[in-house]
């Protein structure tokens, strides 16, 4: 029982994965827009 636990969580992992890193990596280049932004916004003050 223990053992079919793991494994499924395993595979839920497995599934997820590539869209978690997909999200992770929209987040990253949206975050980096939004730097952007502040600092272009920030020196023109």
Do not use: G, T, W
């Amino acid at each position: 029982m223990k053992d079919q636990n793991f494994k499924d969580e395993v595979m839920k992992i497995l599934e997820e994965a590539p869209s978690a890193r997909r999200a992770l990596l929209e987040n990253y280049d949206n975050l980096l827009r939004v730097a952007d932004y502040c600092h272009d916004n920030y020196l023109q003050v």
